[in-house]
Protein backbone atom coordinates (compact mmCIF):
# COMPACT_ATOMS: atom_id res chain seq x y z
CA UNK A 1 0.00 0.00 0.00
CA UNK A 2 1.79 3.29 -1.11
CA UNK A 3 1.10 6.49 1.52
CA UNK A 4 -1.11 8.92 -0.46
CA UNK A 5 -2.53 12.07 1.45
CA UNK A 6 -6.23 10.90 1.80
CA UNK A 7 -8.94 13.84 2.38
CA UNK A 8 -12.19 11.83 3.59
CA UNK A 9 -15.13 14.71 4.12
CA UNK A 10 -18.93 14.98 4.08
CA UNK A 11 -20.25 15.42 0.65
CA UNK A 12 -22.49 18.08 -0.23
CA UNK A 13 -25.58 18.59 -2.37
CA UNK A 14 -22.52 19.95 -4.98
CA UNK A 15 -21.26 16.48 -5.12
CA UNK A 16 -24.43 15.37 -6.12
CA UNK A 17 -23.15 14.44 -9.88
CA UNK A 18 -20.24 13.26 -8.35
CA UNK A 19 -22.24 10.86 -6.29
CA UNK A 20 -24.29 9.20 -9.02
CA UNK A 21 -21.39 8.66 -10.88
CA UNK A 22 -19.62 6.66 -7.92
CA UNK A 23 -23.29 4.61 -7.95
CA UNK A 24 -23.13 3.68 -11.35
CA UNK A 25 -19.03 2.49 -10.99
CA UNK A 26 -19.98 0.14 -8.41
CA UNK A 27 -23.50 -1.57 -9.52
CA UNK A 28 -21.07 -1.83 -12.85
CA UNK A 29 -18.21 -3.75 -10.67
CA UNK A 30 -20.98 -5.91 -9.09
CA UNK A 31 -22.66 -7.13 -12.11
CA UNK A 32 -25.87 -4.45 -11.45
CA UNK A 33 -25.75 -1.90 -13.51
CA UNK A 34 -29.54 -2.63 -15.13
CA UNK A 35 -30.31 -2.34 -11.35
CA UNK A 36 -29.66 1.79 -11.04
CA UNK A 37 -32.68 3.95 -11.37
CA UNK A 38 -31.34 6.58 -9.14
CA UNK A 39 -30.80 9.98 -10.44
CA UNK A 40 -29.35 13.46 -9.39
CA UNK A 41 -32.72 14.85 -8.41
CA UNK A 42 -33.49 11.71 -6.29
CA UNK A 43 -29.80 11.69 -4.86
CA UNK A 44 -30.59 15.10 -4.01
CA UNK A 45 -33.99 14.91 -2.79
CA UNK A 46 -32.64 11.84 -0.56
CA UNK A 47 -29.91 13.16 0.54
CA UNK A 48 -29.84 16.84 0.72
CA UNK A 49 -33.82 17.48 1.60
CA UNK A 50 -36.06 18.05 4.07
CA UNK A 51 -35.13 14.65 5.70
CA UNK A 52 -32.43 12.92 4.58
CA UNK A 53 -32.04 9.41 4.49
CA UNK A 54 -28.32 8.65 4.38
CA UNK A 55 -25.06 10.48 4.46
CA UNK A 56 -22.09 10.19 2.35
CA UNK A 57 -18.62 10.62 2.33
CA UNK A 58 -16.58 11.51 -0.34
CA UNK A 59 -12.44 10.39 -0.18
CA UNK A 60 -10.21 12.51 -2.40
CA UNK A 61 -6.56 11.72 -3.62
CA UNK A 62 -4.91 15.14 -4.60
CA UNK A 63 -8.35 16.61 -5.16
CA UNK A 64 -9.30 13.70 -7.37
CA UNK A 65 -12.75 12.05 -6.24
CA UNK A 66 -11.20 8.72 -5.51
CA UNK A 67 -13.78 6.83 -3.23
CA UNK A 68 -17.48 6.95 -1.44
CA UNK A 69 -19.25 5.85 1.69
CA UNK A 70 -22.72 5.63 1.96
CA UNK A 71 -24.26 5.24 5.38
CA UNK A 72 -27.30 5.56 7.61
CA UNK A 73 -28.40 4.76 11.02
CA UNK A 74 -29.93 1.68 12.23
CA UNK A 75 -31.01 0.30 15.80
CA UNK A 76 -30.39 -1.99 17.86
CA UNK A 77 -33.30 -3.41 20.46
CA UNK A 78 -30.87 -5.72 22.14
CA UNK A 79 -28.35 -2.74 22.63
CA UNK A 80 -30.98 -0.16 22.94
CA UNK A 81 -28.52 2.03 21.06
CA UNK A 82 -28.17 3.25 17.20
CA UNK A 83 -25.73 1.59 15.08
CA UNK A 84 -24.04 2.66 11.56
CA UNK A 85 -25.32 1.04 8.60
CA UNK A 86 -22.64 1.38 5.48
CA UNK A 87 -24.73 0.78 2.32
CA UNK A 88 -22.43 1.29 -0.22
CA UNK A 89 -18.54 1.79 -0.22
CA UNK A 90 -16.58 2.24 -3.23
CA UNK A 91 -12.78 3.11 -4.85
CA UNK A 92 -12.09 3.45 -7.92
CA UNK A 93 -9.77 1.07 -9.50
CA UNK A 94 -7.03 3.33 -10.30
CA UNK A 95 -7.22 4.47 -6.40
CA UNK A 96 -7.46 1.07 -4.88
CA UNK A 97 -4.67 -0.34 -3.16
CA UNK A 98 -3.69 3.30 -1.77
CA UNK A 99 -5.52 3.23 1.90
CA UNK A 100 -8.51 4.39 0.54
CA UNK A 101 -11.06 2.41 1.58
CA UNK A 102 -9.71 2.26 5.03
CA UNK A 103 -9.73 5.57 5.26
CA UNK A 104 -13.17 5.63 4.51
CA UNK A 105 -13.95 2.92 7.30
CA UNK A 106 -11.89 4.08 9.75
CA UNK A 107 -13.60 7.53 9.36
CA UNK A 108 -16.86 6.10 9.80
CA UNK A 109 -16.29 3.59 12.54
CA UNK A 110 -14.91 7.63 14.58
CA UNK A 111 -18.41 8.57 13.33
CA UNK A 112 -19.85 5.55 14.99
CA UNK A 113 -17.98 6.05 18.46
CA UNK A 114 -18.85 9.63 18.08
CA UNK A 115 -22.65 9.16 17.89
CA UNK A 116 -22.06 6.70 20.32
CA UNK A 117 -23.46 3.62 18.08
CA UNK A 118 -23.19 0.19 19.73
CA UNK A 119 -22.02 -1.17 15.87
CA UNK A 120 -21.45 -0.74 12.26
CA UNK A 121 -22.74 -3.24 9.94
CA UNK A 122 -22.59 -3.68 6.08
CA UNK A 123 -23.22 -6.48 3.72
CA UNK A 124 -20.86 -7.76 1.15
CA UNK A 125 -21.23 -10.28 -1.77
CA UNK A 126 -20.72 -13.60 -1.32
CA UNK A 127 -18.47 -13.67 -4.60
CA UNK A 128 -16.12 -10.65 -3.32
CA UNK A 129 -13.62 -12.45 -1.88
CA UNK A 130 -11.12 -9.91 -2.30
CA UNK A 131 -13.58 -7.43 -0.32
CA UNK A 132 -14.20 -9.97 2.54
CA UNK A 133 -10.21 -10.30 3.08
CA UNK A 134 -10.02 -6.74 3.10
CA UNK A 135 -12.44 -6.20 6.24
CA UNK A 136 -11.55 -9.01 7.91
CA UNK A 137 -7.95 -7.84 7.96
CA UNK A 138 -9.28 -4.67 9.69
CA UNK A 139 -11.15 -7.00 12.13
CA UNK A 140 -14.77 -7.04 10.84
CA UNK A 141 -16.16 -10.61 11.30
CA UNK A 142 -18.50 -12.02 8.88
CA UNK A 143 -21.65 -12.74 10.62
CA UNK A 144 -22.51 -16.37 8.90
CA UNK A 145 -25.59 -16.98 11.21
CA UNK A 146 -27.48 -14.35 9.40
CA UNK A 147 -29.14 -14.58 6.02
CA UNK A 148 -30.59 -11.03 4.36
CA UNK A 149 -34.15 -11.42 3.18
CA UNK A 150 -35.36 -8.48 1.19
CA UNK A 151 -39.03 -7.54 -0.41
CA UNK A 152 -38.74 -5.69 -3.42
CA UNK A 153 -40.91 -4.87 -6.18
CA UNK A 154 -44.91 -6.65 -7.13
CA UNK A 155 -43.95 -8.57 -3.93
CA UNK A 156 -43.95 -5.22 -1.61
CA UNK A 157 -46.44 -3.55 -3.16
CA UNK A 158 -48.87 -6.83 -2.67
CA UNK A 159 -47.86 -7.16 0.63
CA UNK A 160 -48.14 -3.69 1.45
CA UNK A 161 -51.14 -3.00 0.06
CA UNK A 162 -52.77 -6.45 1.51
CA UNK A 163 -52.36 -4.72 4.80
CA UNK A 164 -53.72 -0.77 3.70
CA UNK A 165 -56.84 -2.79 2.35
CA UNK A 166 -57.79 -5.03 5.79
CA UNK A 167 -56.82 -1.83 7.56
CA UNK A 168 -59.55 0.08 5.50
CA UNK A 169 -61.88 -2.56 5.72
CA UNK A 170 -62.02 -3.42 2.03
Known amino acids: MTSVPILIRPATADDVATILGFIQEL ?17 LAALFGKAPAAEVLIAEVDGTPAGFALFFHNFSTFLSRRGLYLEDLYVRPAHRRLGVGRALLARLAA ?12 SVLDWNDSAQRFYERLGALPMSEWTTYRLT ?18
Open 153 to 170: GTALIALGRSTIESESGR
Open 111 to 122: IAVERNCGRMEW
Open 27 to 43: AEYERLADAVVASEDSL
